[in-house]
């Protein structure tokens, strides 16, 4: 072969291999100087949707700050309305929490920014509502932790233009050292405390010590969601609306089995959707239950055969999971099989924990699964109108964000499917 060839070839190979994504190495948990004495001004202030039209605010202070009052308004310095909401607290161990704040305020306008202030003082804040028809865009990360990789997927996160953070369990690993919830609140304060945070609760929300302390303590505490909005007993499991969304937030770590509460609030939910106001169903629970990662396999399988069979029956088109770091999307899929009338599963575990990444595949990659990768990262799902959505993943390529996986979901609300499996549904509703 001609020398000057042969360096071509050289050159483009050597070109070839530069674009292959080199995996960078985990990051090491931040640190932040952390106050034991807490200030009576606001901090690790939060928002999230309560009910139509009304957002809860969450916030934590010391003793001496009593108010659990919001003050806000449609202009900067001027509050026209104002709400009192509710105060609890809670020790652990040798650890006694602020005061902490949940304050619904409302009826609020859709798509509007608002400005506000907890507590009677205290710096203010902004916060944009939802709209209230399609588009509407959300961002999705699980197992997000405290790491330098979680800041790397925040700050990505908050250059798309979202509406709803949606967060498939396991927020600050804190892992019963309670002062890191604290720093965790800090640390995601800028983002939500300006858009809508709907969590539910990973393992690492547990906590519980045998014998002496229950579970989701600290969680329950802090993160109080919209669960009485929606006929929900417990925290651990609720549903909300946004535009023309259905959003079912279940507990991988509650009773899931048929006569289980959260089973029975399930058929519940699910009878109360009206496809024609919130043509897609999107549902949000921790343990994944198509996964062909090595790591957690078959921990959602007892969930799976309680739960797939109503899910599949009231026709849900997307179920977003975590606990997995890593991302995989799967086709419609139903019982392990690919089925037009099931739903698209997406694992998104990998928002950046200390834990690192889990890296090992089960392989042949099984028919379901359509792209896995081991990367960090986060999802961003825009609801484009009733029967078109964008699902796209964004992995931390270094410190930027890349578009990696991407494909347009037909929502099954005009496919026949909901039609198809309307017997199903009533047959599994009505058994008692
Ligand atoms: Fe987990």
Redesign the pocket.
């Known amino acids: 072969m001609e020398p000057k060839l042969v360096l071509i070839l050289f050159l483009l190979i050597s070109a070839t291999a530069t674009c292959e994504y080199i995996r960078p190495p985990p990051r090491k948990t931040l640190h932040f100087p952390w106050n034991s004495k807490l200030s009576a001004h606001p901090q690790q202030v939060h928002v999230s949707l309560a009910g139509d039209k009304h957002m809860r605010v969450s916030w934590v202070s010391n003793y001496k700050s009593t108010l659990p009052m919001v003050e806000y308004g449609t202009s900067p310095g001027r509050y026209s309305n104002k709400s009192q909401g509710e105060s609890t607290s809670y020790s652990y161990l040798f650890y006694s929490s602020g005061k902490i704040h949940h304050t619904v305020i409302g009826p609020l306008e859709d798509n509007t920014v608002y400005y506000y202030r907890c507590g009677g003082g205290g710096p203010e804040y902004k916060l944009k509502t939802p709209p209230a028809q399609f588009p509407v865009m959300f961002a999705v990360a699980g ?1 997000l932790g405290q790491t330098g990789w979680t800041k790397s997927t925040l700050d990505h996160i908050d250059l798309c233009k979202y509406d709803v953070h949606l967060l498939p ?2 927020l600050s690993y804190a892992d019963y050292i309670q002062h890191r919830w604290d720093t965790f609140g800090e640390l995601v304060e800028p983002l939500a405390s300006a858009r809508p945070w709907m969590v539910t609760q ?3 929300e547990k906590e519980s010590i045998m014998f002496f302390k229950d579970g989701f303590q600290s969680y329950n505490s802090r993160w109080k969601m919209p669960f009485e909005e929606s006929g929900s007993s417990s925290n651990l499991y609720y549903s909300f609306e946004v535009a023309g969304a259905h959003i079912i937030m279940l507990g991988s770590y509650a009773d899931y089995d048929e006569h289980s509460d959260q089973y029975n609030w399930l058929k519940a939910d699910v009878a109360k959707v009206d496809r024609k106001k919130t043509p897609w169903l999107i549902v949000l629970f ?1 343990v994944p239950w198509y996964n062909s990662n090595e790591a957690h396999q078959d921990e959602g399988g007892r969930m799976m055969a309680a739960m797939e069979p109503l899910l599949h029956a009231a026709s849900v088109d997307i179920v977003l999971a ?2 997995v770091h890593a991302y995989e999307r799967t086709e419609r899929v139903n019982n392990g099989k690919l089925d037009p009338c099931g739903a698209v599963h997406i694992t998104i ?1 990998d928002g950046g924990n200390r834990e690192g990444l889990a890296r090992k595949y089960k392989n042949p990659q099984p028919a379901w699964s359509v792209f896995r990768e081991a990367s960090f990262g986060h999802g961003e799902l825009k609801l484009a109108n009733s029967t078109h959505a964008y699902w796209s993943w964004h992995r931390n390529d270094d410190d930027e964000p890349v578009r990696s996986d991407q494909v347009w979901i037909t929502s099954l609300e005009n496919s026949g499917c909901i039609a198809e499996k309307k017997h199903e549904l009533m047959k599994i509703l009505s058994e008692p």
Request: proline share 0%.
């Open positions: 197992d369990g396991d990973g393992n690492h921790h975590g606990h575990g």
